[in-house]
Nanobody, 124 residues
Framework: QVQVVESGGGLVQAGGSLRLSCTAS????????MGWFRQAPGKEREFVAA????????SYADSVKARFTISRDNSKNTVYLQMNTLKPEDTAVYYC?????????????????WGQGTQVTVSS
């Protein structure tokens, strides 16, 4: 069983930065896809970014390109989401997810393991 735990959320002013961490335990995740999703109140969960932990290829939602960066440290089974130039519309609960596959997917239904989420609030 894989357990996924997010951390690093909080309250930040618009234009600020936060770094989220996602640590997975229970299995070596060096050949998985790990993704970040977010869900704002009253909205559906949406894809943010994903990474292939083996070769490091990445994918981003258009809304976060050039502002967010996803990276991984396989020695720690940890994936990071560096969020810069945050906007109030980035306010949401951010979820980390993992799936044992090679090709990156942006579909939430394709992911097998999910964390509990971490709140990110951006004030204007």
């Amino acid at each position: 069983q894989v357990q996924v735990v997010e951390s690093g959320g909080g309250l930040v002013q618009a234009g600020g930065s936060l770094r989220l961490s996602c640590t997975a335990s229970g299995r070596n995740l060096s050949r998985w896809v790990m993704g970040w999703f977010r869900q704002a109140p009253g909205k559906e969960r949406e894809f943010v970014a994903a990474i292939n932990t083996n070769i490091g290829s990445t994918s981003y939602a258009d809304s976060v390109k050039a502002r967010f960066t996803i990276s991984r440290d396989n020695s720690k089974n940890t994936v990071y989401l560096q969020m810069n130039t945050l906007k109030p519309e980035d306010t949401a609960v951010y979820y980390c997810a993992a799936v044992p596959r090679v090709i990156i997917t942006t579909r939430a239904d394709d992911y097998d393991y999910w964390g509990q989420g971490t709140q990110v609030t951006v004030s204007s």
